[in-house]
């Protein structure tokens, strides 16, 4: 018989995920913001005018699920997409003005949930584990090779502009 090892970190980051996809879908289901559709909201709030590729690659998400994201958003009047006048096989990505009205209460529900997940968490132990938590990801980016965003300088921690972020 197989011991219950609860010491499995993926196993609690894969938890954690999946039921932050409920409350999220819960908090934006007024919006008719699908589960996981946010992420992609906010990418294209911080970088207006990214390319569906580009938006795969910050994302760290194959195309398909890119461009169907992006297909959902544009029916749903979130996301509007222009032909890049650089290279007019590719489109370029914004928010319409309902994608922006959504922005706040997608950060609104961000924070709430960082609530949620650092209730009872002293202060000194949530800067231990969001160091130990951006540790974990540079490693996870460093074993598949360089990281695109930091580049680019797409990553959250280089953005002073990025509501929602845990302090």
Known sequence: MMQKDTRRIEKHIAMIFRVGQKYFARQL???DVGAGMH???IELGRTPGISQDELSMVMHVDKGTTARAVKKL???GFV???VNPE???A???YL???GREVIPVIFSSISGWQDILLNGIEPSQREVIIEGLNRMLDNALDFFGKDPR???GWLEEDREDCPGSIK
Request: glycine share 0%; hydrophobic share 20%; charged share 50%.
């Open 74 to 76: 544009i029916e749903q």
């Open 80 to 82: 509007s997409r222009e």
């Open 150 to 152: 930091r580049e680019k």
């Open 96 to 98: 319409t003005s309902r």
């Open 91 to 93: 489109y370029r990505l």
């Open 39 to 41: 992420p992609f909201l």
């Open 29 to 31: 289901r007024p919006w």
């Open 87 to 89: 290279d007019r096989r």
